[in-house]
């Protein structure tokens, strides 16, 4: 097997295991799990095997005064898009809720221009038109509540920030390392959220039962550890162009499974919308001369 066509895999792999995780949500709200302690378990299961990988790899440390910012990369920007995502889960199809995440590659390519002063291309221009246009009918012939589309649009935005933060902080940082740094940290915010909530009388639900537990787990082993390595792996096989087209799969393999397992449905207005979405990610990923440090990223 070539080194191309093994980083494609990966690359597949890593976003089907990331199109998985909204299924998996679904299934753990359902079993009775907050929001809270969802994200809680997720990052404290994934930074126990990500310390133990980059132990077993030998991953030098960065200098502690580099690990602040991505520290507060995750302990904010992380924890605030996974909150944002998870909760839209329990207000909308997690279908539409994918394909909402995915405006995430157009909003970084504006703040790319208006923060890290790169130029504004006339692809750049219509790919946002193109991603807007489709999300708008997404939006318009979807099955969710504004509450719901809202919160996976805020999911969009706060992991662009987040993007075109990361860009600039985890320079010259190991990619294992800068994981592992921000899913402790969202470990100890998370883990303090949920403690702060249950001494104010509002205490958060863990799962019920096997099926909860079993989808927190898959969550956090398969939809965040093996998905993030199955992605660098292939992004050094691949580069990021590719690695960034091969990567839309991801809400393709979403909307396949809640249609399979959750009996969700798109309508014609809504597949067309977010065929729109897709073809705008997959030429801004191929039009890049320089690409965008969002399209190098592993969707969370």
């Known amino acids: ?68 910012p991505v520290a507060a990369m995750g302990g904010i920007g992380y924890v605030g898009q996974a909150t944002c995502f998870f909760l839209a889960l329990e207000h909308a199809q997690a279908s539409l809720v994918a394909l909402l995440l995915y405006l995430f590659p157009a909003f970084v390519t504006v703040l790319a221009v208006v923060v890290l002063h790169e130029r504004l291309h006339v692809v750049t221009v219509l790919t946002l038109v ?54 402790c940290s969202a470990t100890f915010v998370t883990g303090a959220l949920t403690l702060g909530a249950a001494l104010a009388d509002r205490p958060q639900s863990f799962p019920d039962g096997l099926v909860g537990w079993g989808s927190l787990v898959a969550i956090a082993v398969i939809c965040t550890v093996g998905a993030i390595l199955t992605f660098f792996a292939g992004l050094a096989l691949l580069g990021p162009t590719a690695t960034s087209v091969l990567s839309t799969v991801e809400p393709v393999v979403t909307v396949a499974l809640a249609t399979l397992l959750l009996d969700e449905r798109l309508g014609g207005v809504q597949l067309l919308g977010g065929l729109l979405v897709l073809s705008a990610v997959i030429w801004l990923a191929l039009s890049q001369q320089k690409p965008v440090a969002s399209l190098e990223t592993p969707p969370v």
């Not at 990966?10 to 929001?35: I, K, P, Y």
């Not at 649009?153 to 992991?159: D, E, F, G, K, P």
Request: aromatic content about 8%; glycine content about 10%; overall charge positive.
């Open 130 to 183: 193109l991603s807007l246009t489709g999300t708008a009918l997404v939006v318009g012939g979807g099955s969710g509540r504004a509450l719901g589309i809202t919160l996976a649009i805020a999911a969009a935005v706060i992991y662009s920030i987040y993007i075109v933060v990361g860009s600039v902080v985890t320079v010259g940082l190991d990619a294992i390392i800068v994981t592992t740094i921000i899913c």
């Open 1 to 68: 097997m070539s080194e191309r066509v093994r980083g494609a895999a990966l690359v597949v792999v890593s976003a089907a295991a990331f199109g998985s995780m909204a299924v998996f949500g679904v299934w753990a709200h359902e079993d009775g799990t907050d929001t809270l302690p969802l994200i809680f378990v997720r990052f404290a299961l994934a930074s126990v095997v990500l310390l133990a990988v980059a132990r077993v790899r030998r991953v030098p440390l960065p200098p502690v005064r580099r690990w602040w």
